[in-house]
């Protein structure tokens, strides 16, 4: 038997979060955990309205606002991006490796907005 790849297995793991998620529909890391899979399985729109209804239940946790700029920049809107992602600095986000490498922020790398984000987040964490 051979072992499934992360991306081989995605359809698993965002219908085992959405089970999750109807039982614990109000479960925080249920809801981010199925966001994160449904953009790691191309879909974003599901992620953004999953990330975006967690909001209501931490509206400043520092980790969903990252979530939600990686799905906007995904779906095409930056500006709104960028506005998680500088929220998320704000609240507390400090991942500069990751920030500066996760794919899923490509689009918005060129933009002033993106630089200033990443200049206010080395300044936080010096």
Known sequence: MTKKTFVEDLPFQCALFESFAEK???DLPVLIG?????LAAGRTGDGLRTAVRAT?????DPELHY??????????????????????????????????????????RESTGYRSVVR??????R
Do not use: T, W
Request: charge should be negative; hydrophobic fraction near 45%; glycine fraction near 4%.
């Open 24 to 26: 614990c529909s109000d």
């Open 34 to 38: 199925l966001s994160e899979f449904y």
């Open 56 to 60: 209501v239940l931490a509206p400043e």
């Open 67 to 108: 979530i939600l700029a990686c799905a906007f920049a995904l779906s095409g809107q930056n500006q709104f991006a960028l506005d998680h992602l500088k929220l998320a600095v704000q609240l507390g986000y400090d991942d500069l490796r990751r920030l500066e490498r996760d794919q899923r922020l490509q689009s918005l």
């Open 120 to 125: 206010l987040l080395r300044q936080k964490i």
